[in-house]
């Protein structure tokens, strides 16, 4: 009687970027194209205002990713008991948690901004216990609201991706959980939590790029970010090309570190089905 066949042990291909695929025409061609460019930027374009404002573009940078990290964090911090109350929280919790991100999905992230700097922004002063209190320094400053802005805006996008993430977790493990004899805030600290940020970490990726993209919005409100600053420039120098060419390679190398860094994270958490 023959012996069934056995499987092959030896490792299947892996999915990493053949160093050959670079070579194909099209792609040679892309890349020389895009060289010419940049050679052509650099040799035909003014740069000679780049070192007067270098000083300027770092303090922007430093600014568009200190509003990046903070409010990327704080959002979602928020975003867990959002996405967990609407996910398994009674109604008088997941009815709030749903309108609030109904709300912020639907309307616009400027509006948003504007409504807190302008509207609620304008109020404090009418106040005398806040215009009087410690607090006054800062609420009368812009970036408190930007700040706001953003990370409920984060928030509620995030939000209802944990929503899904929390129902996506398969109940055999939770079930599990509870076999062990873990109580609730235990299942949720070992078991759910980390599954739901496990299945909801490429699209918190994305989600992180955007937020990198909405930030130039701040600048509506006075806050001096990198766009603020390139925006500056444009009206000094009287140049847009040279600008908003140097501002767009920035954007684009902030998002490749961004897409590095979250697809790190990934190999390092990798799913389990």
Same mark, same amino acid.
Do not use: D, E, K, M
């Given at each position: 009687m023959e012996a069934p066949p056995v499987e092959s042990l030896a490792p299947t291909p892996s999915r990493r970027l053949d160093a050959s695929a670079l070579l194909k025409p099209h792609r040679i061609v892309l890349i020389l194209v895009a060289l010419g460019l940049v050679v052509w930027a650099a040799l035909s374009m003014r740069w000679d205002w780049l070192a007067t404002y270098a000083p300027m573009i770092a303090a922007g940078l430093?600014? %568009? *990713? *200190?509003? $990046? &990290?903070? %409010? %990327?964090?704080? #959002?979602?911090? $928020?975003? &867990?008991?959002? #996405?967990l109350a609407q996910a398994a929280g009674p109604w008088f919790l997941a009815a709030p948690a749903t309108a609030f991100c109904t709300v912020i999905r639907g309307t616009p992230l400027l509006l948003q901004m504007w409504l807190l700097y302008y509207g609620l922004g304008s109020l404090f002063p009418l106040i005398p216990e806040i215009r009087d209190s410690f607090l006054w320094p800062y609420l009368r400053q812009a970036w408190p609201y930007a700040v706001l802005a953003l990370t409920l805006s984060f928030a509620g996008y995030e939000g209802e991706v944990m929503r899904g993430a929390f129902k996506g977790v398969p109940r055999g493990e939770l079930e599990a959980g509870r076999a062990y004899g873990m109580g609730r805030w235990t299942l949720l600290r070992r078991i759910w939590l980390p599954r739901a940020v496990q299945r909801a970490l490429p699209t918190l990726a994305g989600e992180t790029v955007l937020q990198l993209k909405a930030t130039p919005l701040v600048a509506t409100i006075t806050v001096v970010d990198l766009y603020a600053v390139f925006s500056r420039v444009r009206q000094d120098t009287f140049l847009t090309y040279e600008p908003l060419l140097l501002l767009a390679l920035i954007y684009l190398v902030l998002t490749a570190i961004l897409v590095s860094l979250f697809r790190v994270l990934e190999n390092r958490i990798p799913a389990r089905r």
């Open positions: 430093w600014q %568009t *990713l *200190l509003i $990046l &990290v903070s %409010t %990327t964090i704080l #959002g979602f911090l $928020l975003a &867990v008991p959002l #996405g």
